[in-house]
């Protein structure tokens, strides 16, 4: 178990980051490097909404983490992208986090050049300026997480995401946070069964925290996802879409592994 400061460190580190790309490539400067929103591709529009409930797995690049150590540092984005579309994942996933997960942004435009998925950035954005980058490097979503983000960050960001075309998947993981992103426009939540501070799982958070999503809101649950049976077990909670990451990268077979969740073999 990690030690429970972890997440401050990681948001500490982010802030001197961003401000010393700031000092390199101004906020103004980014912006104005925006290409042509059409060529960006539908996140949510792949997942399963309530109405709609049909198994979808959002498949992760990701090389390490704080709390398993490195899982495959040589991963091949190229390859794992294409075999995840193969496999049947409706979204790619990419951590752009350098220090302690060992992603980078090359990996988000690698696997958006080698699949036709939308793809999600996944990374401690604290700053519109990351939110920006997002957009030019390519991305179709970010991770908004509300536990590190004020309630007034979290809507201007959402509507910058809005007008950037861009999706955003909000992250919740207690009850504080899911009364954060009551009366937004946060449409697609993601629930994490992982504790940010200990990084401890439990899968039965996503379904507990389920019941209090509004109608218009789609779960997806993150973290902890392991095998079929985990998946349905989720199901049973109305929650059809699954950020999985840990263990398609530690499988053997990245694409037969996804198809297995899907019981598609």
């Known amino acids: 178990m990690m030690g429970i400061d972890i997440l401050s460190r990681i948001i500490e580190y982010k802030k001197e980051e961003v401000a010393k790309l700031k000092q390199t490539r101004p906020e103004a400067s980014l912006s104005a490097e925006l290409g042509d929103f059409t060529s960006r591709r539908p996140f949510i529009k792949s997942l399963s909404g309530r109405q709609t409930p049909k198994l979808r797995i959002i498949a992760e690049i990701k090389r390490a983490s704080p709390s398993k150590g490195h899982m495959r540092l040589d991963l091949d984005a190229a390859h794992f992208s294409a075999a995840y579309e193969r496999g049947g994942a409706a979204a790619i996933s990419v951590l752009t986090e350098s220090k302690w997960f060992k992603g980078s942004i090359k990996d988000l435009t690698t696997a958006r050049k080698t699949s036709t998925l939308p793809v999600l950035r996944k990374d401690f954005i604290i700053s519109s300026y990351q939110i920006y980058e997002s957009a030019v490097i390519g991305a179709d979503a970010v991770l908004l997480i509300a536990r590190i983000l004020s309630k007034n960050q979290l809507m201007e960001y959402l509507d910058l995401c809005d007008t950037l ?17 009551k009366n937004t426009s946060a449409r697609l939540i993601g629930i994490n069964n992982r504790n940010l501070s200990s990084f401890e799982t439990d899968v039965n958070r996503s379904i507990e925290m389920s019941a209090g999503l509004s109608d218009f809101q789609i779960p997806v649950a993150l973290s902890g996802i392991h095998a079929r049976a985990d998946i349905e077990q989720t199901v049973k909670a109305g929650i059809y879409n699954f950020l999985i990451g840990e263990s398609i990268v530690r499988s053997n077979d990245p694409e037969a592994f996804i198809r297995s969740l899907l019981n598609k073999e």
Request: hydrophobic share 45%.
């Open 165 to 181: 075309k861009m999706d955003a998947l909000v992250e919740i993981h207690t009850m504080d946070d899911l009364e954060k992103i």
